[in-house]
Nanobody, 124 residues
Framework: VQLVESGGGLAQPGGSLRLSCAAS????????MFWFRQAPGLERELVAG????????RYADSVKGRFTISRDNAAKTLSLEMNSLKPEDSALYFC????????WGSGDAAMDYWGKGTLVTVSS
């Protein structure tokens, strides 16, 4: 299994970034998938999740209305569109695969594979 994130970088407050995660080594279309983030000194937290079909999504309250998670099962790609960025969105963002295909919770302990992360910095 490999998960490779890209798209991070420096953005100004109010700006936008689009993160991507390229998945391989497992049947991507059968798993709900998730984005987590971890800021320095803080615990890793769930940012967003999407069901295997892409029809249902969930978001942390802090990003609702600003971030959009999506997936392309044919391309085996998970995406996170981030708009109206705030300095508090600065973190290392991870794509994660759960151990169970039916997992729909928010715990990072339920994930069995992680990407190395892509760094998002929001600053003027």
């Amino acid at each position: 299994v490999q998960l490779v994130e890209s798209g991070g970088g420096l953005a100004q407050p109010g700006g936008s970034l689009r993160l991507s995660c390229a998945a391989s080594g497992f049947t991507f279309s059968t798993y709900n998938m998730f984005w987590f983030r971890q800021a320095p000194g803080l615990e890793r937290e769930l940012v967003a999740g999407v069901t295997r079909s892409g029809s249902i999504t969930r978001y942390a309250d802090s990003v609702k209305g600003r971030f959009t998670i999506s997936r392309d099962n044919a391309a085996k790609t998970l995406s996170l569109e981030m708009n109206s960025l705030k300095p508090e969105d600065s973190a290392l963002y991870f794509c994660a695969k759960p151990r169970s295909i039916n997992y729909w919770g928010s715990g990072d302990a339920a994930m069995d594979y992680w990407g190395k992360g892509t760094l998002v910095t929001v600053s003027s």
